[in-house]
């Protein structure tokens, strides 16, 4: 039988309104992750009382259905009452080896925080989470995981009509910076304090004896965000929507509405329809995650000073820090995709220099690297494939030579390095939106094919050649857009 705690609920009474899922008639299960259900240390039961307990149908037993309350900044401007407005926490369950993870739903009715949505989620986006979401996890990237998509048999009109979906996302929590915006605005100090206290002690415990708590948050959360950013950089990931109630606390990624891979690399790519400003493009991304973490700042800034004045400066500080906190983590992760095992201190220029060098060059992201690894025996010519000038690459590539002679790997041991970091298989754009609408059509193939695919990323399939290139010339440029 399920064990449900409800922590959330017991400790941060205020931040939250029960709430019933709406219920569907004739609910279908069309995606079931078995293996993390199993992980999750879940009750075994068939497929059709999954689907009815997953949409709603049926309730699940032991849970405590919620929406959260929260605030958020919205490409830049401040709305002090967002909320789970098509989403239901349903309580949390402890894994076997004892970590703590939230249950919730998304797409499951109309909430108190609905505003003028409708609190639905058409199937298409419900599964472009679940893929995405599983690609990630996949890659090493902490994020939020995907338990089920539950087709409803009802429609949702999306400029078009859709039919609508149920998702079960898995998270270590749905805290983020927002909540703690709308404690600070509503609430006030004891209220961020008690957040705080329950943050830290779920996600960063071992910082519960430090002299500041929220002090102690601020830092964990923006050690957790750097990396995290870092990590989404280097396999040309682009969130799309990086307000600060899509940032969790716990440094998952959380949202996968507008994200998209890279297919060429570009610094100032965007997808998202509405981020006309670029304000999260792909190179931008680093910035606006600072910018996010000032709002967090902004909003613990009264607790941090009554535990001690002089901690206004400590927390400045560590916001300073956070462009030589990000750049530590962004080229850890670069030196394992160009098979540097030692440290340089020419390797973050060098680094930059390859993205400079790739700036219009139409070169896939991903595609690249594995070009890189597969130069390192064939030569240049397999990197100048990669490139719409040739010879764009050479300069750069003789220097990463020069720089790989102090290295000890062989050539070979270098490139299976390489391609166990650099993936080989991502949720390419024209592919997923294929699978998409297929999946929506009610042909699931081409999406349990993509998503097997990118499960196993770094390991070469034969007869599955089309997944390893972009869109082919011709194809309009990839859009994508906010509403799961
Ligand atoms: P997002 O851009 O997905 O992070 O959503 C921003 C806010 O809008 C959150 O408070 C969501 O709960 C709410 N929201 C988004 N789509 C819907 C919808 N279809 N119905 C109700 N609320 C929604
Ligand atoms: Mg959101």
Redesign the pocket.
């Known amino acids: 039988m399920f064990q449900f705690d409800h922590s959330l609920a017991r400790e941060l009474e205020g931040f939250y309104v029960p709430v019933q899922a709406a219920k569907p008639r004739v609910p279908r299960m069309v995606a079931w992750n078995a293996p993390l259900a199993e992980a999750l240390g879940l009750p075994q039961a068939d497929e059709t009382q999954w689907a009815a307990w997953l949409s709603g149908a049926e309730e699940v037993p032991g849970s405590q259905p919620i929406a959260l309350t ?1 605030a ?1 900044h ?1 490409f830049g401007h401040f ?1 002090p009452q ?6 239901l926490l349903l309580g949390e369950v402890i894994a076997p080896g004892g970590a703590r993870f939230d249950l919730q739903f998304k ?1 499951s009715g ?2 108190p ?9 058409a199937l298409g986006p419900a599964l472009r989470e679940y893929l995405m979401s599983e690609a990630m996890a996949a890659l090493g990237v902490p994020t939020t995981r995907s338990l089920a998509v539950v087709a409803t048999g009802e429609g ?1 009109w999306r400029d078009t009509p859709h039919p609508a979906g149920v998702l079960t996302r898995v998270a270590a929590s749905h805290l983020r910076v927002g909540s703690f915006e709308w404690a600070a605005a509503h609430k006030g100090r004891q209220a961020v304090e008690r957040l705080a206290d329950y943050a830290l002690a779920r996600h960063f415990p071992d910082r519960m004896e430090a002299r500041n708590r929220p002090l102690a948050l601020l830092e964990a959360v923006t050690e957790a965000q750097a990396a995290l950013v870092a990590q989404w950089l280097s396999i040309g990931f682009v969130h799309g ?1 990086m ?1 600060t ?2 940032v969790t606390i716990s440094g998952e990624t959380i ?1 996968y ?1 507008p994200c998209a891979f890279l297919d060429a690399y570009a610094h100032d790519q965007v997808f998202s329809s509405i981020d006309r400003g670029g304000r999260y493009a792909y190179g931008n991304q680093p910035v606006v995650c600072r910018w996010n973490l000032y709002q967090l700042a902004s909003a613990l800034i009264e607790a941090i000073v009554a535990v001690d004045e002089g901690d206004n400066e400590a927390a400045r500080q560590l916001l300073d820090g956070f462009g030589t906190r990000f750049e530590g983590h962004w080229i850890a992760a670069m030196r394992r995709k160009l098979g540097l095992t030692r440290t340089d201190d020419g390797d973050v220029a060098l680094a930059q220099a390859l993205f400079q060098a790739l700036e219009g060059q139409g070169a896939d992201f991903t595609r690249l690297f594995r070009a890189l690894a597969a130069s390192l025996s064939e030569g240049y010519g397999a990197v100048a494939a990669e490139v719409t000038d040739p010879a764009a690459l050479q300069h750069w590539w003789d220097q990463w030579q020069a720089r790989l002679a102090s290295e000890p790997l062989d050539p070979d041991e270098r490139a299976a390095r390489m391609n166990a970091v650099n993936p080989l298989y991502i949720a390419r754009n024209h592919l997923t939106d294929a699978a998409l609408a297929e999946a929506e059509a009610g042909n699931m193939a081409p999406f349990e094919e993509l998503l097997a695919l990118v499960r196993q990323p770094f390991t070469r399939r034969a007869g599955m050649e089309r997944y390893e290139h972009g869109a082919p010339d011709g194809a309009p440029a990839h859009v994508t857009y ?3």
């Open positions: 929260y958020g919205q709305n967002l909320g789970d407005g098509r989403a797409g109309p909430t925080f609905s505003r003028q949505g409708d609190g639905k989620s949702v929507v307000n109630d899509n949202d509405g906010c509403g799961t």
